[in-house]
């Protein structure tokens, strides 16, 4: 078995993991003959979420492994046959169920890479191919883009409000299901996240785990002070007491005498969690305590519905706090359920042929946020001295230029001239099906996440307010959706 097959959540094809009109369109293209009609779709989201001013791609390794194993087999196409239309007849052809049955992907897709800072209407993913297999890829892309991208954007929050102290994710118990624990628990430890409660992401990821003991615990004794001795007796080499179950300050004295004891046993009592209560405060007097006692270097975790804006307020407060453990809020994107990112066509063209033409498309809507930019699309992210400056989104079948002009205020246009560099950020991820994206360790995407983020002004990566980061049409691509645009409403 190979590294990759190892390391997947699912051990079989996941080609069902559709909504049923894109199979009832993908059967319409089969129909009418346009199921090998070339296409370009792409997969972007519109606003940034927590009204922050960025978002944390996460993902695209995941979108390997479904696409490296789509297939429809034999059970898939035995429960398709048994789906009916209105009036009670088969939904889908028996001829049509044989092509799904022989369908193997020649899709292209272009990505950013994991850990890639973006921002609203860039593309995430680019597909190319047969209209019908793009089609039939529209929902698991969206499904596991929008969940990873939502979670790791919101670990790189709360990491950065907790600042050089670490971060563990403890959500299992309140995350939305098996799978979105695990997805939660991945995408956390890529948003910066050191570790995990969750046992079985550490073994599928190679995340960090941690934990120690819950209340539960503490009450099966009859007194605090033997449950410490107990618990310190049975795993001495993993002793974070936490200390609120009854009164907090005794409970850190007890756990402060069950530490003397273990240093005198020749080991090192880790420290202590606060799980209610006024943390700031009890965090000052237990460090007061733990110092006293020659604890210096014991650590303080905090829990408790924590978040960012909570994590940043109790550090205002002089905290000392020194670990973050975070659930609920985290794995659930506690304030913002969803991240929206859609997938609309760019392109369409009759054949792969090189003769064939492209025919840009551009979808209309009252508002103008949701009216789509047609072309083949790629972001370039200009750089000077100081770090990235400006991103612009430009049409590959006609290049770029220099200008790029905002898309919600035309007035507002730049001339990039004076960048010192540029990278274009989508990048070759799979090409006629098959995968040609190296797999990337999980510390390595969580480490360019960090080097990512220090590349923008602190403005752009406030939690509050946060500064807009420019990002623009190229010109000519400006141009042309304007012109659809009006063509369109004519």
């Known amino acids: ?146 969940f990873q991208t939502l979670i790791a954007t919101k670990a ?9 102290n670490p971060v563990l994710e403890f959500g299992l118990r309140r995350a939305q299901g098996i799978d979105g624990a695990l997805s939660a628990s991945r995408a956390a430890y890529i948003g910066g996240c050191a570790a995990t409660s969750n046992v079985l992401a550490g073994k599928k990821y190679g995340i960090p785990v941690k934990g120690t003991h819950a209340h539960s615990w503490i009450m099966s004794f009859d007194d605090e002070q033997e ?39 020749g080991y090192q009592m880790v420290g202590i969690r606060l799980d209610s209560g006024d943390l700031a405060y009890l965090s000052i007097e237990a460090r007061k305590m733990l110092d006293a006692a020659g604890f210096p270097d014991a650590v303080i975790v905090a829990s408790n519905d924590l978040d960012e804006h909570l994590i940043a307020s109790l550090i205002n407060q002089d905290a000392a706090i020194t670990v973050w453990g975070v659930g609920t809020k985290l794995v659930t994107a506690f304030d913002q359920p969803a991240l929206g990112g859609v997938y609309k066509l760019g392109a369409v063209r009759d054949s792969a042929d090189a003769g064939s033409d492209w025919v840009p498309k551009v979808k209309l809507s009252q508002q103008s946020i949701k009216t789509s930019t047609p072309g083949i699309l790629q972001v370039r992210r200009f750089r000077d001295s100081s ?19 905002d898309p919600l205020d035309p007035t507002r246009q730049r001339n990039l001239d ?19 994206a190296e797999a990337e360790s999980l510390a390595a995407i969580r480490e360019r996440v960090g080097t990512q983020l220090e590349q923008f002004h602190r403005g752009v990566l ?20 304007s012109k659809l645009v009006l063509e369109a409403r004519s």
């Open 1 to 146: 078995m190979s590294q990759s097959r190892k390391n997947s959540v699912y051990d079989t094809s996941l080609s069902l993991l559709t909504d049923l009109y894109q199979l009832t369109m993908a059967y319409g293209y089969w129909k009418q003959g346009h199921a090998n009609k070339e296409a370009i779709f792409h997969l972007f989201f519109r606003k940034n979420p927590f009204q922050g001013g960025y978002v944390v791609t996460a993902g695209q390794q995941l979108v390997t492994d479904f696409l490296r194993d789509f297939r429809f087999g034999e059970d898939d196409i035995a429960y398709l046959a048994t789906i009916e239309g209105n009036d009670g007849a088969a939904l889908f052809s028996s001829e049509f169920l044989n092509y799904l049955r022989e369908l193997e992907l020649i899709v292209d897709v272009e990505a950013m890479p994991e850990g890639t800072v973006a921002f609203p209407h860039q593309p995430l993913l680019r597909v190319r191919g047969p209209m019908l297999q793009c089609q039939l890829l529209e929902t698991a892309l969206l499904n596991i883009i929008n």
């Open 156 to 164: 790189a929050r709360i990491c950065r409000a907790a600042g050089d």
């Open 227 to 265: 449950a410490f001795e107990n618990y310190a007796a049975a795993m001495p080499n993993n002793c974070v007491f936490l200390v609120d179950t009854y009164d907090t300050l005794e409970g850190v004295r007890k756990a402060v005498r069950v530490g003397e004891q273990l240093r005198d046993k």
């Open 387 to 405: 770090g990235a400056i400006a991103d612009m989104i430009f049409n590959e079948l006609q290049g770029p230029s220099a200008t790029m002009i």
């Open 418 to 436: 004076d960048a010192d560099s540029s990278a274009d950020l989508l990048r070759p991820l799979v090409r006629r099906g098959q995968v040609v």
């Open 462 to 481: 406030r939690l509050d307010n946060p500064h807009r980061y420019p990002v623009g049409l190229e010109k000519q691509l400006y141009d042309l959706k």
